[in-house]
């Protein structure tokens, strides 16, 4: 866990997981995947009088148990970049973030920083013919 001194800045680490879809080729050659995946997730969060996220999701990869490997790609890497006044407050996502997306926050107070981030997320992968939707859950 990275956490500064001041308590304004902590890191959220953990996994997502969703279904992804992608079309392999072109014309009528053109063949489509899909499936369940897992992914990696990374949130630093800055607290103040607005709370700034930013973070990635990469690493996807089919989830276990799933056959087929065509629907995911290891190269997708999403940026996630958002504002929010307060965690009862909706995100409101930037415009250079990959992805549409929501964050909860759970085990926090007042006085204390939230302990985990959740949420959904979906997102183009225009360069590789491929969509992923999914939710996220990430802990200090």
Not at 5 to 32: C, F, M, V
Request: no cysteine.
């Amino acid at each position: 866990m990275k956490e500064s001194a001041d308590k304004t800045e902590a890191t959220y680490k953990d996994g997502a997981e969703g279904l992804s879809a992608r079309r392999i080729g072109r014309g009528d050659a053109a063949r489509h995947a899909s499936g369940y995946f897992q992914a990696d997730v990374e949130l630093e969060a800055t607290f103040g009088t607005t709370t700034e996220l930013e973070g990635f999701i990469n690493n996807f990869r089919p989830a276990e148990g799933e056959k087929g490997t065509e629907h995911v790609s290891s190269s997708w890497d999403v940026d996630l970049k958002g504002t929010t006044a307060d965690f009862a407050s909706a995100l409101t996502a930037t415009d250079n973030s990959d992805a549409t997306w929501t964050a909860n926050a759970y085990g926090g107070s007042t006085t204390e920083r939230p302990k985990g981030i959740h949420g959904t997320f979906n997102t183009n992968f225009d360069n590789d013919n491929g969509k992923a939707w999914g939710v996220y859950h990430t802990e200090r």
